[in-house]
């Protein structure tokens, strides 16, 4: 059987880097605190990334789709004020008498305002005479339609990102792992579509991400693939919420692992669920990460499926992450004979 040790590497507490291992109590903490926000996301730090910033501010596009909402609509809202503010500097520089009623800045920016969304009240005009104040406003124009227009793109993209639909692709908050009658064990997790229409061609992929130690100094993360089947057979049907589990054999990186040696261990299991939503054709990407406190041993998940007063099959999402105590694997035929 293999141990923990095989996989843990040196467990000083003097290292500062944060990608050497660290004092297990500590990392417990940290496991937890990232458990609770491993939904739809994986638990992965970035650090002592260069030029990060202008990788960023080259790739804005992507940049302004991803930022969090709050920092997103005030980023929209000073690029707006920033435009009126600049014109309203330049226009406050043209002559007495090339913008009728424009005697201060409040009145310039005002004016910026009007002009940029076209407004046209009446009471604060340009001089047509006046050829630089006409540029200026010409400029401001076309400022205004390429600002719109890609703001507009950036907010459809945001509202339209495959991110939100895969918010409604709901995993369970923890996995069970029981016996089967062949000796081996199954590692269960629960996936279901909360919405009505369908995710086509979903496929599952299951990860068990371990520390490997080589050396004293010489240790890496590796990932290593487990087979995903779903109970009952077949393909993954996402009408309803299904079960799918990963068979701890011989041929399993879990096999000859107990729940005292990945508790010890510094591993974390990644399910990543990729389909099409049926509506708009969009590729769809959801994903979950589960910590070894995060499996309920000898228990296998309740049943969702119900039929109600009506007849028809419903989902009860209260029991969605229940589970029970799994019934022992029934002895094998020797056994059952008085055999050894």
């Known amino acids: 059987m293999r141990s923990a040790k095989d996989y843990m590497g040196p467990s000083e507490a003097s290292f500062d880097s944060p990608f050497l291992p660290m004092p297990l109590k500590r990392h417990r903490t940290l496991q937890r605190l990232a458990a609770a926000r491993a939904i739809q996301s994986l638990s992965l730090e970035r650090h002592n990334m260069n030029h990060k910033m202008t990788m960023y501010y080259n790739d804005m596009f992507h940049t302004l789709v991803n930022m969090p909402n709050y920092l997103f609509f005030l980023t929209f809202l000073l690029s707006y004020l920033s435009m009126y503010t600049t014109f309203a500097f330049l226009y406050m520089l043209e002559p007495d008498g090339c913008i009728t009623k424009v005697h201060q800045f409040s009145h310039a920016m005002w004016f910026s305002v009007h002009t940029s969304a076209t407004i046209g009240y009446g009471h604060m005009a340009p001089n047509p005479d006046c050829v630089s104040t006409n540029l200026l406003i010409l400029a401001e124009v ?199």
């Open 142 to 340: 076309l400022t205004t339609c390429l600002l719109q227009a890609a703001l507009l793109g950036v907010v459809y993209a945001r509202f339209s990102t495959p991110s939100k639909r895969a918010s409604t692709l709901r995993f369970s908050e923890i996995m069970a792992c029981h016996d089967q009658d062949d000796g081996t064990q199954w590692l269960c997790f629960r996936v279901a579509n909360l919405r009505k229409h369908q995710l086509l061609h979903p496929e599952v992929r299951m990860l068990f991400m371990r520390l490997v130690h080589h050396g004293p100094d010489s240790h890496e993360y590796v990932y290593s693939d487990l087979n995903v089947r779903q109970l009952g057979g077949g393909k993954l049907w996402m009408g309803v919420p299904s079960i799918l589990y990963h068979t701890v054999d011989a041929d399993s990186p879990l096999y000859g692992l107990n729940e005292e040696d990945l508790d010890e261990m510094d591993v974390e299991i990644l399910v990543i669920l990729d389909g099409i939503d049926e509506t708009t054709a969009t590729p769809i990407q959801a994903r979950r990460s589960y910590f070894p406190s995060d499996i309920r041993w000898g228990h296998q998940f309740r049943p969702v499926l119900r039929r109600g007063h009506s007849g028809r099959l419903g989902v009860d999402y209260a029991d969605f992450d229940a589970t029970q105590t799994a019934a022992p694997p029934a002895p094998s035929t020797a056994e059952s004979d008085g055999g050894v």
